[in-house]
């Protein structure tokens, strides 16, 4: 069984896999990762190998390895990082571990569902889309801000907007929340829309991250919900290590 550890900008995600089926174990905020509570999360589990996909500070990383060796001494632990070329994937920039590595592992997951040309799109914290070709060949790709910094770059920079915490009725709006809900939702699903429309008709849009359910309500894209894939190709990457 393998241990797949996706430390994000916000959450730490976590999931148990064994012949390539994910079990979701309960993710965490980042003001929540303490030894003790990733101990009562992971005492009874016992894994073989460890994967580590992070994009966060360095001293929650260090937290959690420190946890995982008191819990199993010898484990290998795979710390996955962007590479040139593999899983049928060849890395579009010049510099290849300078390709997030959330990105990395979320466009060689979703290469492993299809061989037409992919579009994913990773809603977490920051929204990214990124694309491939039919060969597997990344194209490239987009950052922004995703939804809840938006409301908060608004609620911090301007005097009168407040931040939206609620879920409200889409459509013009007439109130101010509901306006700041509603153009950061729109702006978000302009932006998979506009890349979308770019690209050949046959390709596949892949949505992912925290917010891709709400993102899929408004989109006027056909698309496929997988809420993992970084954990899915962060799955593949430690299948490829014997050890």
């Known amino acids: 069984m393998n241990l797949l550890l996706d430390l994000g900008n916000s959450r730490l995600k976590w999931a148990c896999a064994e012949n390539n089926l994910l079990q979701l174990g309960q993710s965490l ?10 101990r009562t999360l ?17 001293e929650l990383l ?15 632990i795979h710390f996955a990082t962007s590479q040139a070329q593999a899983f049928g994937v060849k890395n579009g920039y010049a510099q290849a571990e300078k390709l997030g590595i ?18 994913v799109a990773d809603c977490g914290t920051a929204i990214t889309v990124d694309v491939l070709n039919e060969k597997g060949e990344h194209q490239g790709g987009l950052i922004c801000a995703g939804l809840t910094l ?21 459509g013009l709006a007439i109130d101010t929340e509901a306006a700041i809900y509603n153009g950061t939702l729109f702006s978000a699903c302009g932006l998979i829309e506009n890349v979308m429309q770019k690209q050949p008709e046959n390709t596949k849009l892949f949505l992912t991250g925290g917010d891709a359910k709400i ?27 014997d050890s």
């Open 29 to 38: 905020q980042h003001s929540d990762i303490t030894p003790q509570t990733l």
């Open 42 to 58: 992971w005492r009874d589990l016992r894994p073989e190998k460890m994967g580590i996909s992070c994009v966060s500070k360095a």
């Open 62 to 76: 260090n937290v959690i390895t420190t946890v995982t060796r008191e819990l199993w001494k010898d484990i290998p």
């Open 102 to 119: 959330d990105r990395w592992l979320a466009i060689c997951a979703a290469r492993q569902k299809t061989n037409f040309s992919v579009c």
């Open 150 to 170: 938006m409301k908060n770059a608004l609620a911090l920079n301007t005097a009168h907007l407040p931040f939206v915490h609620s879920s409200l009725e889409m």
């Open 215 to 241: 993102i899929a309500s408004q989109l006027n894209c056909i698309f496929t919900l997988e809420e993992n894939l970084v954990l899915d190709g962060l799955n593949h990457f430690v299948n490829s290590h």
